[in-house]
């Protein structure tokens, strides 16, 4: 918080996550750390919110870099994860109230769903692309200018069922593996190499249907995130209850 404060910001509002692949695993604990940064924040006089939101499985049907961004990319020109745009809607709602921008949360988001169709938000990404040395013309040909890994494999589901759970940390381990994080502050990051197609939890998959798709740097590479991702998944016969990505909002 901080960096926070000495930002100068007329108000915050955070996203504290919560599951299997969240710092904080329990949403008991989850809440208690987002109620204290709200507490600590407001009585240093920054008006803070803060939203619980669910990471027992990745946000979106990306992990990685490059992927992540064109992931992205997508997303502004209407290709969306649902379970991101949930979350990254109910983020912009909650910025636009703490704004005094919207009065309440239905109408922040329906401004943040405006702002999202309408290509207005895409319009102003680009626009911090460009301002910030990128090309002007980035949103048009982002897969031209992002990197590419030379070996991209489907992983093909061992059998068939619905996803009912994601080991979300052990996907984020596998991308390491590939070369798309560090272990140690001095280690290279490879951007091309990461994860797509990520099957939700939820998803109806047949015997040999991909479950995702690695994108690496080598064949043996590959193998090994897909004997990592393999693992991190778990099908069952029966459609699991749907989980909300938002959780909770707290406030002072």
Do not use: W
């Amino acid at each position: 918080l901080s960096k926070k404060l000495a930002a100068g910001l007329q108000s915050l509002v955070l996203d504290v996550k919560c599951g299997n692949g969240a710092f904080m695993a329990k949403s008991k604990d989850a809440v208690k750390l987002a109620t204290s940064l709200v507490a600590v924040a407001n009585g240093a006089g920054l008006k803070t919110t803060a939203l619980i939101t669910d990471m027992n499985e990745p946000l979106a049907t990306a992990a990685g870099n490059a992927v992540e961004v064109m992931n992205a990319v997508r997303f502004l020109t209407g290709t969306r994860d649902k379970r991101l745009e949930e979350v990254t809607l109910a983020l912009g709602a909650e910025m636009l109230v703490s704004a005094d921008l919207a009065k309440s949360s239905k109408e922040g988001l329906s401004l943040a769903q405006q702002a999202l169709d309408s290509g207005k938000a895409a319009d102003i990404f680009a626009r911090m692309v460009s301002a910030l040395g990128g090309p002007s013309d980035f949103m048009e040909r982002a897969a031209d200018y992002l990197p590419a890994a030379p070996v991209i494999r489907d992983i093909a589901a061992p059998a068939a069922g619905f996803v009912s759970s994601i080991e979300t940390r052990a996907i984020g381990v596998a991308v390491v593996a590939l070369g798309g994080g560090r272990t140690r502050p001095q280690d290279s990051v490879d951007h091309a190499v990461g994860l797509t197609g990520l099957a939700p939890i939820g998803a109806a998959i047949e015997k040999g249907e991909p479950i995702a798709i690695v994108h690496a740097r080598t064949s043996e590479a590959a193998e090994a995130a897909t004997v990592s991702v393999l693992a991190a998944y778990g099908l069952s016969a029966r459609k699991p209850d749907h989980a909300d990505a938002v959780i909770r909002r707290i406030t002072v």
